[in-house]
């Protein structure tokens, strides 16, 4: 099993930037992709942006693409999201996801991902 921890959430006005942190552990050997997802009040759980781990291949969201920028650190297990240019419509808790199989076809999916952080709150004010 992953554990996933994200961090780096907080309030910043329009046009500003954030970065989100996401720190695995455990059996990170195990590690396919990794992604992070969005939820806002009152809307279902959207997908933001991934990396395929097994294939090196990025995927963005059209709403964050040129936007938002998904990295990561292989020697600390750390995913990083970059985020610049918010807008209000960016406030959610972002989450931090990882799939312990291959998912290429479902990377866009939840369902491809079976480890999941606690969530990071991302507040833009206008």
């Known amino acids: 099993q992953v554990q996933l921890v994200e961090s780096g959430g907080g309030l910043v006005q329009a046009g500003g930037s954030l970065r989100l942190s996401c720190a695995a552990s455990g059996r990170t050997f195990n590690i396919y992709a990794m992604a992070w997802f969005r939820q806002a009040p009152g809307k279902e759980r959207e997908f933001v942006a991934a990396?395929?781990?097994?294939?090196?291949?990025?995927y963005y969201a059209d709403s964050v693409k040129g936007r938002f920028t998904i990295s990561r650190d292989n020697a600390k297990d750390t995913v990083y999201l970059q985020m610049n240019s918010l807008q209000p419509e960016d406030t959610a808790v972002y989450y931090c996801a990882a799939a312990g199989r291959p998912i290429s076809a479902y990377i866009r999916a939840e369902s491809g991902y079976n480890s999941w952080g606690q969530g990071t709150q991302v507040t833009v004010s206008s």
């Open positions: 990396d395929n781990w097994s294939g090196g291949r990025l």
